[in-house]
């Protein structure tokens, strides 16, 4: 929302309220104790709303002033800029206040512009590969079956800022019921299965196959591969302990969500009993607390904790209970070739949907210093500048014969909350001058950078035969 000083400008949210009300500019003025035409210039966003009449608003109406100037989705801001790129819209020419405007005024609309155009590019992509007898139509189908469960997922978890109440809730308290601060967990964790009459084998990897966990429920045997780690065992037990314990509650949560499909239930169902293993292993108020008092420290906390780089991380990016909210981080891993195979975020850090990230991040720098982290501040195109840290890590199941796959793991946050976090320490947020990146080369206008890879969609290509630019693509309107 546009500010001037102290004042927002909040002309389409309050006309939107006055016609929900069903008054005229009249009434509402008088109801207000203002004239009419102070009520028309707002509404024509020709006038800022004063303080004083921002708390009228609210004691009139009683309406929390908040819903009046919300602040906007950064991923619908970007998913709303990609989706205005496909040509079949012919939207070339609208500019980044234009865009503001819609998001500002009718996000409810843009979101709908958004759903079309996937749709519109799913049907145009299915169509090619009808046509096309070279076109890879498995790739076309695991696009449909597979990746589009993904996506429904993701956006729930997305929607809900990575954070489940009642199944964090549940966690927590099942944590305490096994006394798990106190307790050595991997005997408290092998009892409570136990207690359901299920045991606990650990086998050879030649004897699991491909599988590192596997529950046969006719013998009631858990079975896991020696090839995982502590933290990693007691994680799948919590895993199966909430498909023996929380079912239903689970199920409840996939019925309130409303999924499309019997794959993205499915798949709510794991993400969920995941969920509900991590806040197992670091109970909310607990793991908040010595986050705060640990000044995030990824390392420490995981040995506190006797859990993973990984999963601390992760599990830092879930901390936003209403009463007691933590950094909202961005999660996200990724492998050597850019790919993305997690990403969550308990903020608004606008992930692209499809494609690799930028270069530019030092997400993928982590890969030259194994096992260190690094941290850098970055700056999206919006202007939104982020705290970032990077590590890698190596996946569980490793041999001599076929090593673990090393990945890297992305934690990040608005610049405002870096002085709360010990990677900060040594370095001057003020000086320090962030990178500009871009949420991928076909999604990024940035001019003349010599890490693009791709041109960006929807803009046409300059091409100089007698000139070599430092970007390898340069496009019309740098």
Same mark, same amino acid.
């Given at each position: 929302?546009?500010?001037?000083?102290?004042?927002?400008?909040?002309?389409?949210?309050?006309?939107?309220?006055?016609?929900?009300l069903?008054?005229?500019?009249?009434?509402?003025?008088?109801?207000?104790?203002?004239?009419?035409?102070?009520?028309?210039?707002?509404?024509?966003?020709?006038?800022?709303?004063?303080?004083?009449?921002?708390m009228?608003?609210?004691? @009139?109406?009683d309406?929390?002033v908040?819903e009046?100037?919300?602040?906007?989705?950064?991923?619908?801001?970007?998913?709303?800029?990609?989706a205005?790129?496909?040509?079949?819209?012919?939207?070339?020419?609208?500019?980044r206040?234009?865009?503001?405007?819609?998001?500002?005024?009718?996000?409810?609309?843009?979101?709908?512009? @958004?759903?079309?155009?996937?749709?519109?590019?799913?049907?145009?992509?299915?169509?090619?590969? $009808?046509?096309?007898?070279?076109?890879?139509?498995?790739?076309?189908?695991?696009?449909g079956?597979?990746?589009?469960?993904?996506?429904?997922v993701r956006?729930?978890?997305?929607?809900?800022?990575?954070?489940?109440?009642r199944v964090?809730?549940?966690?927590?308290?099942a /944590?305490?019921?096994?006394d798990?601060?106190?307790?050595?967990?991997?005997? /408290?964790?092998?009892?409570?299965l136990?207690?359901h009459?299920?045991?606990?084998?650990?086998?050879?990897?030649?004897?699991?196959?491909?599988?590192?966990?596997?529950?046969?429920?006719?013998?009631?045997?858990?079975?896991?591969?020696?090839?995982?780690g502590?933290p990693?065992?007691?994680?799948?037990?919590?895993v199966?302990?909430?498909?023996?314990?929380?079912q239903d509650?689970?199920?409840?949560?996939?019925?309130?969500a409303?999924?499309?499909?019997?794959d993205?239930?499915?798949?709510?169902r794991?993400?969920? /009993?995941?969920?509900?293993?991590?806040?197992?292993?670091?109970?909310?108020?607990?793991?908040?607390?010595a986050?705060?008092? $640990?000044?995030?420290?990824?390392?420490?906390?995981?040995?506190?904790?006797?859990?993973?780089?990984?999963?601390?991380?992760?599990?830092m990016?879930?901390?936003?209970?209403?009463?007691?909210?933590?950094?909202?981080?961005?999660?996200?891993? @990724?492998?050597?070739?850019?790919?993305?195979?997690?990403?969550?975020?308990?903020?608004?850090?606008?992930?692209?949907?499809?494609?690799?990230?930028?270069?530019?991040?030092?997400?993928h720098?982590?890969?030259?210093?194994?096992?260190?982290?690094?941290?850098?501040?970055i700056?999206?195109?919006?202007g939104?500048?982020?705290?970032?840290?990077?590590?890698?890590?190596?996946?569980?199941?490793?041999?001599?014969?076929?090593?673990?796959?090393?990945?890297?793991?992305?934690?990040?946050?608005d610049i405002?909350?870096?002085?709360?976090?010990?990677?900060?320490?040594?370095?001057?947020?003020?000086?320090?001058?962030?990178?500009?990146?871009?949420l991928?080369?076909?999604?990024?206008?940035?001019?003349?950078?010599?890490?693009?890879?791709?041109?960006?969609?929807?803009?046409?290509?300059?091409?100089n035969?007698? $000139?070599?630019?430092?970007?390898?693509?340069?496009?019309e309107?740098?």
């Amino acid at each position: 929302m546009e500010k001037r000083g102290a004042k927002l400008i909040i002309g389409p949210r309050l006309k939107a309220l006055r016609t929900s009300l069903g008054l005229s500019q009249a009434q509402m003025a008088a109801e207000l104790g203002v004239s009419p035409s102070y009520i028309t210039l707002i509404e024509s966003n020709q006038r800022p709303a004063s303080a004083r009449l921002l708390m009228r608003l609210a004691e @009139v109406y009683d309406l929390n002033v908040s819903e009046l100037a919300p602040s906007v989705d950064a991923q619908l801001a970007a998913d709303f800029a990609a989706a205005l790129k496909d040509p079949a819209l012919e939207a070339e020419g609208i500019g980044r206040s234009e865009i503001d405007a819609v998001l500002q005024a009718a996000p409810k609309v843009a979101a709908a512009l @958004v759903r079309l155009q996937g749709k519109h590019a799913e049907a145009v992509m299915r169509s090619q590969a $009808e046509m096309n007898p070279l076109t890879d139509r498995n790739k076309v189908e695991v696009l449909g079956q597979i990746s589009r469960p993904v996506e429904i997922v993701r956006d729930w978890f997305y929607a809900t800022r990575n954070y489940i109440d009642r199944v964090d809730r549940a966690a927590e308290a099942a /944590a305490e019921d096994m006394d798990l601060r106190r307790t050595e967990p991997q005997v /408290a964790l092998t009892e409570r299965l136990a207690d359901h009459g299920i045991r606990i084998r650990i086998l050879p990897a030649a004897t699991m196959g491909g599988s590192l966990r596997r529950y046969d429920p006719h013998r009631r045997e858990l079975l896991l591969s020696e090839l995982l780690g502590q933290p990693s065992r007691r994680f799948q037990i919590g895993v199966l302990l909430a498909r023996v314990e929380q079912q239903d509650l689970i199920d409840a949560a996939i019925d309130r969500a409303g999924f499309d499909g019997e794959d993205a239930r499915r798949l709510a169902r794991v993400s969920l /009993a995941n969920y509900f293993a991590a806040a197992l292993m670091m109970p909310y108020r607990r793991f908040l607390a010595a986050c705060e008092s $640990e000044r995030y420290d990824v390392e420490l906390l995981s040995h506190r904790f006797g859990t993973s780089y990984e999963q601390t991380a992760h599990r830092m990016s879930t901390l936003q209970r209403p009463d007691a909210r933590g950094i909202p981080f961005f999660f996200v891993r @990724v492998d050597r070739a850019g790919n993305v195979s997690k990403r969550f975020s308990a903020g608004r850090f606008p992930f692209s949907r499809f494609g690799g990230t930028c270069s530019l991040w030092n997400i993928h720098g982590a890969f030259e210093a194994p096992g260190r982290v690094q941290t850098q501040v970055i700056r999206m195109p919006e202007g939104t500048s982020y705290f970032s840290i990077a590590r890698t890590v190596t996946r569980a199941g490793g041999t001599h014969a076929a090593p673990a796959p090393r990945l890297a793991i992305g934690l990040g946050c608005d610049i405002a909350y870096a002085p709360r976090l010990v990677y900060a320490d040594d370095i001057d947020l003020d000086r320090m001058r962030p990178v500009d990146i871009g949420l991928n080369c076909f999604l990024c206008e940035r001019d003349n950078c010599s890490s693009r890879a791709q041109a960006p969609i929807n803009r046409r290509l300059a091409i100089n035969e007698l $000139e070599r630019s430092v970007a390898i693509f340069r496009f019309e309107g740098e």
